[in-house]
T-cell receptor, first 115, second 115 residues
Framework: DAGVTQSPTHLIKTRGQQVTLRCSPK?????VSWYQQALGQGPQFIFQ???????QRGNFPDRFSGHQFPNYSSELNVNALLLGDSALYLC??????????????FGPGTRLLVL | AQSVSQHNHHVILSEAASLELGCNYS??????LFWYVQYPGQHLQLLLK??????LVKGIKGFEAEFIKSKFSFNLRKPSVQWSDTAEYFC?????????????FGSGTRLQVQP
């Protein structure tokens, strides 16, 4: 049973460019969340996708956008990259339930370096 | 906005010493609580979680945590640490009664266990 997978593992971009990161959730999970982890910090919530719609959003600008596909996999897109976007981007998956008792499982992350 | 505080940023212990890592959160409503661990070179893994019921929860590898609602705390404990417990530990909280399924993380505690 594969866990959460992410690609690519590492990425180097220059300021102003655009980047797309990919995530496949754990088998049986239907919800994908994205987090940004700067060096020495805890992860910060970017947004969450369920049923192919953005359901929750953290305090990130519109340059950050995403998508969820019918197979529950997801993409994170960042436009007009800034140096400050350099971070580890984590994908987490979970199974949505009506009792709001859900556990998020994390992938290995994509390390993005913006030069 | 919700905040999570981990007051111990870096803890150094000898093997067999007891461990307690502090976690305090600010949200006054009903919460789900989590501890995640990140071993060197590995991704975030779930250590334990609290949804409801017995406030003392047991996790993997001999870890336990106690939820004290009146103190807004969820401290992590282990009676006797091993060198293999060297890792970064993150406390995370979500706001169950708002339906906000986004985790808010603390800044992490780096634990170094000396043999």
């Amino acid at each position: 049973d594969a866990g959460v997978t992410q690609s690519p593992t590492h990425l180097i971009k220059t300021r102003g460019q655009q980047v797309t990161l990919r995530c496949s959730p754990k088998s049986g999970h239907d919800t994908v969340s994205w987090y940004q982890q700067a060096l020495g910090q805890g992860p910060q919530f970017i947004f969450q996708y369920y049923e192919e719609e953005e359901r929750q959003r953290g305090n990130f600008p519109d340059r950050f956008s995403g998508h969820q596909f019918p197979n529950y996999s997801s993409e994170l897109n960042v436009n007009a990259l800034l140096l400050g976007d350099s971070a580890l981007y984590l994908c987490a998956s979970s199974y949505r339930n009506t009792r709001y008792q859900e556990t998020q499982y994390f992938g290995p992350g994509t390390r993005l370096l913006v030069l | 906005a919700q905040s999570v505080s981990q007051h111990n940023h870096h803890v150094i212990l000898s093997e067999a010493a007891s461990l307690e890592l502090g976690c305090n959160y600010s949200y006054g409503g009903t919460v789900n609580l989590f501890w995640y661990v990140q071993y060197p070179g590995q991704h975030l893994q779930l250590l334990l979680k609290y949804f409801s019921g017995d406030p003392l929860v047991k996790g993997i590898k001999g870890f336990e945590a106690e939820f004290i609602k009146s103190k807004f705390s969820f401290n992590l404990r282990k009676p006797s640490v091993q060198w293999s417990d060297t890792a970064e530990y993150f406390c995370a909280v979500d706001e169950r009664d708002t339906g906000r399924r986004a985790l808010t993380f603390g800044s992490g505690t780096r634990l170094q266990v000396q043999p």
